[in-house]
């Protein structure tokens, strides 16, 4: 029996083919672009480092990980970004918006275990259990626990995207970006970002409901109440 033979794609023979295909590739590469320079547009002059950043009540770290119940590296660089604001100053209460979905899995607890170890007062950091991505992070901030400005902590190649979505969903924000080294992880997150820009193009359009919203709590509210 005959195997059938492999279908290739044809190209265009002709030139005026030819241009038109260019022409839809070049297309089709400017609107995979255009979300990214969306981001890049709507933060310029929006990023700070830990000694110039602005002083403000509420500072928002995003979780990015654990290692065997623990922050991961670069979960734990944010954090120290955070403890450094703190203690600086600049910030009075730091919330921590993360993952736990799992009982075995629980971000936000292991932040907020790793900054009082580090000299933040346990008082003054919030746990907000359902950032379940950086846009569910934002709205949450907004809606729950009633942040209207703050510093956003996270790693460079995400520190726009939290910053352009935080603003769509209502907080006036700043963003710190942690340096990192150019490792496997970096060029990861870097590439990530290309992919992720689109989605949050979209949620800033379309302002979905978070995975899980729920009733307005008070821990940020309480915390600068003890924090004056």
Same mark, same amino acid.
């Given at each position: ?107 936000? @607890? %292991?932040?907020?275990? $790793?900054?009082?170890?580090?000299? #933040?007062? /346990? +008082? ?5 259990? *359902?950032? &379940? ?49 150019? @490792? %496997?992880?970096?060029? $990861?997150?870097?590439?990530?970002? #290309?992919? /992720? +820009? ?5 949620? *800033?359009? &379309? ?22």
């Amino acid at each position: 029996m005959r195997r059938p033979k492999r279908m290739r794609p044809r190209l265009p023979r002709t030139r005026a083919g030819q241009r038109r295909l260019v022409r839809a590739v070049a297309a089709g590469c400017v609107l995979a672009l255009l979300p990214a320079t969306w981001m890049w547009t709507a933060t310029g002059g929006r990023l700070r480092g830990t000694a110039d950043a602005p002083r403000t009540d509420v500072a928002v770290v995003f979780g990015a990980g654990l290692w065997n119940g623990e922050p991961s590296p670069y979960l734990a660089h944010r954090l120290d970004a955070a403890a450094a604001l703190y203690r600086a100053g600049r910030v009075k209460v730091l919330l921590v918006t993360g993952d736990n979905s799992r009982r075995d899995y629980d971000e936000p @607890d %292991a932040m907020r275990a $790793y900054l009082t170890r580090h000299g #933040v007062p /346990a +008082a003054r950091v919030v746990t907000d259990y *359902a950032g &379940f991505d950086t846009w569910d992070s934002c709205v949450r901030a907004r809606k729950i626990f009633g942040v209207h400005r703050a510093v956003l902590v996270s790693q460079g190649f995400h520190i726009r995207r939290a910053v352009a979505l935080c603003d769509a969903a209502g907080v006036d924000s700043w963003g710190v970006g942690v340096e990192e080294k150019n @490792d %496997a992880t970096w060029y $990861y997150g870097g590439t990530r970002e #290309v992919f /992720a +820009a689109a989605k949050a193009a979209l949620d *800033a359009v &379309f302002h979905p409901d978070p995975t899980f919203l729920g009733p307005r709590e008070t821990g940020v509210d309480r915390a600068l109440a003890g924090a004056r």
